[in-house]
């Protein structure tokens, strides 16, 4: 089993910065920060090629990326002394995911996805706009601003 824990964190976009025992065996400066990002593999299993995507870093000698699970093994138990220095934003809020099939509007209530229920189409009981929010509100955000409305 891998650290999930260490995985969360070793996302595209991530910064490491190699540990003095790491750095001892893997070529890499003691210090140096490396960022992840996304690495394409393709994998024969006998039958066919499947391509894979990975967190990954660019290996500049052998043109390839080279994997999280490669770099650190797979269960991640040779990360040793590394660091994760940076990780993105959206990697902390575990399961808080903005809506995908569109943009958030000035309709919509950004605060409450994060929340179960947070997430539900509605219909502004005012003025009829669709907006995104908990499934109990009945106003769209504009509508229930009163210094836009100048209620
Ligand atoms: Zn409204």
Redesign the pocket.
């Known amino acids: 089993m891998a650290d999930k824990e260490l995985e969360q964190k070793l996302i595209v976009g991530s910064k490491i910065k190699i540990g003095e025992k790491y750095s001892a065996w893997n070529g890499f400066r003691q210090g140096e920060i490396i960022t992840l990002v996304q690495g394409e593999f393709e994998y024969e299993n006998g039958l066919y090629t499947e391509a894979q995507c990975a967190p990954s870093i660019w290996c500049e000698d052998r043109s390839e990326f080279d994997s999280i699970y490669h770099l650190f093994g797979n269960d991640l138990e040779e990360f040793q002394d590394c660091e994760v220095v940076f990780v993105p934003p959206m990697a902390d809020k575990g399961s808080f995911q903005f809506p995908m099939h569109r943009p958030v509007s000035e ?1 919509d209530w950004p605060e409450d996805f994060k929340h179960d229920n947070g997430n539900y189409n509605n219909t ?1 009981l ?2 009829e ?1 669709k907006f995104v929010g908990h499934k109990r509100r009945v ?2 955000k ?2 229930d601003n009163p210094q836009l409305t100048g209620e």
């Open positions: 309709n502004c005012r003025c706009a106003l769209c504009v509508c």
